[in-house]
Each structure stands twice: as structure tokens, then as C-alpha cells.
């Protein structure tokens, strides 16, 4: 594999970062490769929702990846990359960072940071996958919408960190965890379960569709989703996509 980052795009304006490199990555571009843009037109988060990048502000990346591991084992990257950003936000910019299973990194009780994966599958075969990261690094106010729920690092420690600044320390330890996903995926597990609260004994609320159950977190499973507890005892696993989560 060569390493992460060693061919770059960078650009003022895109609609989305991952909607270029997907378009790189099914021409046959090599893994690694990775896009960079000031500023995102129609920047997406998960489920639907919109990410907001306002230029200059966050760093808006998407990285080329070619993972030898199945679909259904391929939910470990995310997993990877949160422990990539909430390390780098703790060990480089003194932040305490949580993450929010699956892959919300938050800093004071709001978001930071967002991590969308996307595959391409071809009978029951991962092809490619582009792995998205959002970081809000010198926002000083949010739309309205995520006004409550967002933060920055300019927020959180008054430092003014450039989009360059940030991507140096991330691809390192991205490098380190995207390859221990596929040679030792149990200790990107625990590293995910030493940094997030949300691992193991943590009260929540799980909502999908019309179901709301309480219960308790008891660890991530080897595929990726998270182990809970129901109130009468039942374990169940809970696939990200799913559900929506809360802290309880
Ligand atoms: C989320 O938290 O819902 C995921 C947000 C992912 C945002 C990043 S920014 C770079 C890449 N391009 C996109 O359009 N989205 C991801």
C-alpha cells in the first residue's frame, strides 16, 4: 500500500470531497491517494444530513482506500478513524476528546468532528471505500440547525489551527490504525473502547424507527456494531445506519 497521502488533490472549491475521489477511485487511482478542498458545496454528513464547510474554516478530506477485508467486516475503518481524530485532537491540541459510538468525535459534550464511509461493493466484494473526514477547526459560530450541537478547535482552545496543520499529524496516525484494521482489528477495538465513553456501561437510549429502548453499552463486537444490554437482560448488537443513539 503506499502511504496515505503521498498523492495529494487539493482544491479551492468541490461539491463534496468524497464525490471527486469516488470518481478517482472507480477509474482505478491508487489507495492513498487523498483529496483535500477549502471548501465543499454540498459537503454530506451520514444519514442524509448536510456537513457544513465554509471555506478555510475545516478540513474537508477524503482518502482512497483499498482494504483487503469482507463488507461486513469493513465497519472497523470508521471505528479507525474516529481513534485517528480524537487521538490527534488530544495528544496534538490538548483537547479531551469523546467519541460517540459510531464515529462522532465531540469535544465538550459537541461535535468536532464527522466521519462518513462510503463502499463500493461488487458481488459481496469491497472494491473500493472512500473514508471522509470532517474537522471543524477556526468556525466561530454554526448554522442555526447545528448551532448547539457543534464546536471547533478555535472554540474549544483558542487556537487557530490550519486545514495543513491538522492533515500532517491525522494521516500519521490514520496510516498507524487503517493498517491494524486489517492485522489487528481487536486492539483497534480497544483503543476505540478506551477513548469513547460510550464503550462499555454507558446508559443510552436507542431509537429506530418507532422502537425507544433504554439499555446499557457492553463493548463493540468484532463486526463493528455495538453490543447493548436491554433492561430485561437481552443483549442485542446495533448496526450504525440503523439507529440513532443518546446519552442517557
Ligand atoms: C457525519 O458526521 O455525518 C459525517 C460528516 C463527514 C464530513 C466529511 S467532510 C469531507 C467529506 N466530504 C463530504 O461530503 N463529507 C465528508
Known amino acids: 500500500m503506499a502511504k496515505l497521502g503521498s498523492t495529494l488533490h487539493r482544491f479551492d472549491s468541490l461539491t463534496s470531497t468524497n464525490d471527486f475521489a469516488r470518481e478517482l477511485a472507480a477509474r482505478g487511482t491508487e489507495e492513498g491517494t487523498i483529496v483535500i478542498a477549502r471548501r465543499q458545496t454540498a459537503g454530506r454528513g451520514r444519514q442524509g444530513r448536510r456537513w457544513s464547510s465554509p471555506e478555510g474554516s475545516g478540513l474537508y478530506l477524503s482518502v482512497i482506500l483499498r482494504p483487503a477485508l469482507s463488507p461486513a467486516r469493513s465497519s472497523i475503518i470508521a471505528l479507525a478513524a474516529g481513534v485517528a481524530v480524537a487521538e490527534t485532537l488530544a495528544l496534538d491540541y490538548g483537547l479531551t476528546p469523546d467519541i460517540k459510538w ?123 456494531a455495538l453490543i447493548i444490554e436491554l433492561e430485561s437482560g437481552e443483549v442485542r448488537e446495533i448496526v450504525s445506519g440503523e439507529i440513532t443513539l443518546r446519552p442517557l
Not at 127 to 139: P, S
Not at 182 to 190: F, G, H, I, L
Not at 205 to 219: F, H, K, L, P, Q
Open 102 to 224: 459510531p464515529n462522532d468525535v465531540l469535544s465538550g459534550g459537541r461535535k468536532i468532528s464527522g466521519i462518513l464511509v462510503e463502499s463500493a461493493i461488487e458481488k459481496d466484494l469491497l472494491q473500493y471505500a472512500i473514508l471522509g473526514i470532517g474537522v471543524n477547526l477556526m468556525q466561530e459560530e454554526f448554522p442555526e440547525e447545528i448551532r448547539d450541537s457543534a464546536t471547533s478547535i478555535l472554540i474549544e482552545s483558542g487556537r487557530r489551527v490550519a486545514p495543513e496543520d491538522f492533515l500532517k499529524p491525522l494521516l500519521e496516525r490514520l496510516e498507524r490504525w487503517y493498517r491494524a484494521c486489517m492485522s489487528r482489528p481487536e486492539e483497534v477495538r480497544a483503543r476505540w473502547e478506551e477513548l469513547s465513553s460510550y464503550g462499555r456501561g454507558r446508559r443510552v437510549r436507542i431509537m429506530s424507527g418507532d422502537e425507544r429502548v433504554e439499555a446499557t453499552t457492553r463493548g463493540l463486537h468484532e463486526s463493528g
